[in-house]
């Protein structure tokens, strides 16, 4: 089991929109991921249930990552919005971080840059929970190919130790609550 405990859950999928391929997909890749055996134990994530009838709308997940070890993220709990688009997997889903992260590949509104995010680079093979591995990673090793152009990624090329140092401290302040 993951870091979340995962329950037999008993909900009904609503189908809302999107192509039955993408229904298809999502359903298979929630199914496989809540079976897994050894699912990843840093990062998890899962549809959106709506409390008032139990309903699940596939098209929407929330994603957790824990704070890798060893970096100045380690110890946190970063919280994920997860969009899939209705003709997915053909086109990546639009993943955003709800809790602050100071980081070079993160902007202040959440938005993650990383290449397999976008369309020209994204491959219908990718499951929502191997690019989650893959925002675990430009945690600990962020996409020099893919920096935003910001002062934090110029503070990661010019000032490694300022940069963890301010990392750390927001990890305490907005991750560890």
Known sequence: MGFL???KI???FSLGRGSS???KRIKKEFKDYLGDRNPPSHCSG???VVRHNSSVDLFKWNGVIMGPSDCPFEGGVFYLSIVI???Y???PP???FKTKVFHPNIDESGNIQLSIL???YWTPAMTIIKTLLGICSILTDPDTEDYMSNPISAMYRTNRDQYDKIAREWTRRYAME
């Open 94 to 96: 639009v993943i955003k």
């Open 5 to 7: 405990a995962k329950k």
């Open 10 to 12: 008993s909900v009904s």
């Open 85 to 87: 688009p209705s003709d």
């Open 21 to 23: 391929t993408a229904t």
């Open 89 to 91: 997997p053909f086109k």
């Open 46 to 48: 899962g549809p959106v």
């Open 118 to 120: 976008r369309k020209k």
